[in-house]
């Protein structure tokens, strides 16, 4: 199986939290966004709440275009997240090992 690898880009804030949705705000411009999006292989961002010493995950996947000013805090990165965060990488990776399994040009 190929390794799990995956991408994170990390942005640290003192901003702190939105008042209306409690979303951390980030600030990621729109063409990093894309270059996430388009990688091809599993991609995050982490925020970095400082002042709190907490952060928080998200996946960059889908229709993501523009920048990004906040994200949710409904993922945390604790030790649960980082279990599920395994199994989903884990998980890519196992749909796409295409390694040739039978060959009639085997050696």
């Not at 990688?39 to 275009?65: F, N, Q, R, T, W």
């Not at 030790?79 to 998980?91: G, I, K, N, Q």
Request: aromatic fraction near 8%; glycine fraction near 4%.
């Amino acid at each position: 199986m190929t390794p799990p690898y995956f991408l994170v880009s990390a942005k640290a804030t003192k901003k702190g939290a939105t008042k209306k949705s409690l979303d951390l705000k980030v600030s990621v411009k729109a063409k990093d966004v894309r270059a996430m999006v388009r990688c091809p292989v599993p991609a995050y961002l982490i925020g970095v709440d400082e002042p709190a010493a907490e952060a928080y995950i998200v996946s960059m996947h889908g229709d993501l275009k523009g920048a990004i000013s906040s994200i949710p805090t409904t993922h945390r990165l604790d030790a649960a997240t980082l279990t599920d965060l395994w199994t989903e990488v884990r998980s890519y990776w196992k749909t796409l090992d295409h390694r040739l399994k039978n060959s009639k040009f085997q050696m």
